[in-house]
């Protein structure tokens, strides 16, 4: 199995606190991306990495952060959490060349309340 | 933006029976990569196949096989001798770096 983790797994917040997801690898994969998944409407990216400090926004980044201040790390964060964002939030690895396949995390349950 | 489609929330196939898949895909790339994802109740993604755009000849991995039309965008995925363990769901994938997923479509098998 690819080396790729998600924490927490499982995490029920208020609204209007912070939420950070840590997504960590040990394959070195220069791109890591961030999905929400909820039904209907697939896997949506929110923000993807394709090196250290370089990121860039996917199609639902409204209301989220990132940062990836090293190769293994890549952190999502909800500045303040809402309940529209209550989703199963996956995190993806990938190498270099595009026809690589990508590695998926076990997915993080997130539950805003 | 990329944009991924797939019409069929839904399909049902009988087993050993043959079901298609349909994904179509809007972009001005002329080089990316396409891909069939499996995600089975367990939530695992598993890579079913996957296409290269410059590529003419279809993708094919045992029973599972893409029709490819590259000037009508469209990415099918054909299971041939369905079996009970193909009921997942499908997610048909483009790349260009940036990974862009259909909705997907949930695939039943009736035995």
């Known amino acids: 199995d690819a080396g790729i983790t998600q924490s927490p797994r499982h995490k029920v917040t208020e609204t209007g606190t912070p939420v950070t997801l840590r997504c960590h690898q040990t394959?070195?994969?220069?791109?890591m991306y961030w999905y929400r998944q909820d039904p209907g409407h697939g896997l949506r990216l929110i923000h993807y990495?394709?090196?250290?400090?370089?990121?860039d926004k996917g199609e639902v980044s409204d209301g989220y952060s990132v940062s990836r201040s090293k190769t293994e790390d890549f952190l999502l964060t909800l500045e303040s959490a809402t309940s529209s964002q209550t989703s199963v939030y996956f995190c993806?690895?990938?190498?270099?060349?595009?026809?690589?396949?990508?590695?998926f995390g076990q997915g993080t349950r997130l539950t805003v309340v | 933006a990329q944009t991924v489609t797939q019409s069929q929330p839904e399909m049902s196939v009988q087993e050993a029976e043959t079901v298609t898949l349909s994904c179509t895909y809007d972009?001005?790339?002329?080089?990316?990569?396409l891909f069939w994802y499996k995600q089975p109740p367990s939530r695992q993604m598993i890579l079913v196949i996957r296409?290269?755009?410059?590529?003419?000849q279809n993708a094919t991995e045992n029973r599972f096989s893409v029709n490819f039309q590259k000037a009508a965008k469209s990415f099918s995925l054909k299971i041939s001798d369905s079996q009970l363990g193909d009921a997942a769901m499908y997610f048909c994938?483009?790349?260009?770096?940036?990974?862009?997923f259909g909705a997907g479509t949930r695939l039943t098998v009736k035995p």
């Open positions: 993806a690895i990938r190498g270099t060349a595009m026809n690589t396949e990508a590695f």
């Open positions: 990495s394709y090196g250290v400090k370089d990121t």
């Open positions: 972009t001005s790339e002329s080089d990316y990569y």
């Open positions: 994938l483009y790349n260009n770096n940036d990974m862009r």
């Open positions: 296409q290269e755009a410059y590529k003419q």
């Open positions: 394959e070195n994969h220069r791109y």
